[in-house]
């Protein structure tokens, strides 16, 4: 079992910014691709973003692009979102996903990852 722990969510106010963390002890890290999705109270889990095994390829929802920047450090096991000029509609749970396949590339749907974090709450106010 993949353990993966996210950290960083809260309270902000609208045109703040939150990092979210993702560590996990698991040092096969470097070899999967990496999500981040979140999910809304009664709205369905959505992607947010994605970053592939080496960190040169990402991709991101139309509704964070611009605002927000995938990172991750595969030395240290962890992988980031900066979330810039939040708005009271990022508002939801945070979850990071680990790709279901080693070396494949970053995908968009929450069926191609295998593993996930316990979530944080990201609440931005107005």
């Known amino acids: 079992q993949v353990q993966l722990i996210e950290s960083g969510g809260g309270l902000a106010q609208a045109g703040g910014s939150l990092r979210l963390s993702c560590a996990t002890p698991d040092r096969t890290f470097r070899y999967y691709a990496m999500g981040w999705f979140r999910q809304a109270p009664g709205k369905e889990r959505e992607f947010v973003s994605a970053?592939?095994?080496?960190?040169?390829?990402?991709y991101y929802a139309d509704s964070v692009k611009g605002r927000s920047t995938i990172s991750r450090e595969n030395t240290k096991q962890t992988l980031y979102l900066q979330m810039d000029s939040l708005k009271p509609e990022d508002t939801a749970v945070y979850y990071c996903?680990?790709?279901?396949?080693?070396?494949?590339?970053?995908?968009?749907?929450?069926?191609?990852?295998?593993?996930w974090g316990q979530g944080t709450q990201v609440t931005v106010s107005s």
């Open positions: 970053i592939s095994y080496s960190g040169d390829k990402t």
């Open positions: 996903a680990r790709s279901e396949r080693s070396w494949a590339p970053p995908g968009t749907t929450s069926t191609e990852y295998a593993y």
